[in-house]
């Protein structure tokens, strides 16, 4: 697991995230001073997506660009001194002195600060992810389990006909950070219900976003998850 954590968290420092900051460290003046510039130019919301994209125009090696992605993800302006106290020290451990040089921490020291900036659109698009989860609880898991249950005879002895039910698993993140599950058994005219609600709600979504473009044009932040933080939509 890379030592990353949520943006305003110090990242926990381990090999792979080492491996990252070299290769921020082994960029050109040049690349730095170019990717900088174009992040700060940015407009709207810099999602993943735009995010992979903006890097993707200044460097020219395929390679570098998740772990440049990966940092500028993971790591802020304001976190930044403590993370290079803790690497300071980290590189400092006898087993981990040539894993990271002197040359290679002072030249850290002298990038990250230009790289890892408050951009606007960066920042716009941390405040929308924030907004999106500050109300309600954060949904982990929505599975809609198809099975069916027999009816048997007063003896208990035959099957004399099938039922088919559906169980609702909906599992979501409770307010001490504990996953919390309720399960609730559908019928087929609820399944059809809750199909027919969804389509609406994103009827209303659609309806909803034409507006505020209207009103903010590019001002609504096409918000993406990992995929530990996306809610499954497994149905058995």
Do not use: H
């Not at 500050?134 to 099938?162: A, K, M, Y």
């Amino acid at each position: 697991m890379r030592g990353f954590r949520l943006p305003g968290m110090v990242p926990i420092i381990n090999q792979p995230m080492v491996d990252d900051l070299l290769v921020v460290a082994n960029l050109e003046e040049d690349q730095v001073s170019r990717l900088a510039s174009s992040l700060r130019q940015a407009d709207g919301f810099l999602g993943p997506e735009r995010l992979r994209g903006a890097i993707k125009e200044v460097l020219a090696r395929e390679a570098q660009v998740e772990p440049i992605f990966r940092v500028l993800q993971n790591i802020t302006e304001a976190n930044l001194p403590e993370l290079l106290r803790g690497l300071d020290e980290w590189r400092r451990a006898e087993e981990n002195r040539t894993r990271l040089s002197e040359i290679e921490f002072e030249r850290l020291e002298e990038c990250l600060p230009r790289l890892l900036q408050s951009y606007p659109a960066l920042e716009r698009y941390r405040k929308a992810c924030r907004l999106e989860e500050i109300t309600g609880q954060s949904l982990e898991e929505v599975e809609l389990i198809c099975d069916l249950r027999p009816i048997f005879d007063s003896e208990r002895r035959q099957v004399e006909g099938l039922i088919p039910y559906t169980t609702l698993k909906v599992v979501v993140t409770g307010a001490d950070g504990l996953p919390v599950s309720l399960e609730a058994v559908l019928s087929a005219r609820q399944v059809t219900g809750l199909v027919e609600k969804a389509k609406k709600a994103q009827q209303k979504l659609k309806v909803l976003r034409e507006l505020a473009e209207q009103w903010v044009p590019g001002g609504v932040p096409k918000v993406e998850r990992t995929d530990q933080e996306k809610g499954g939509d497994a149905s058995e």
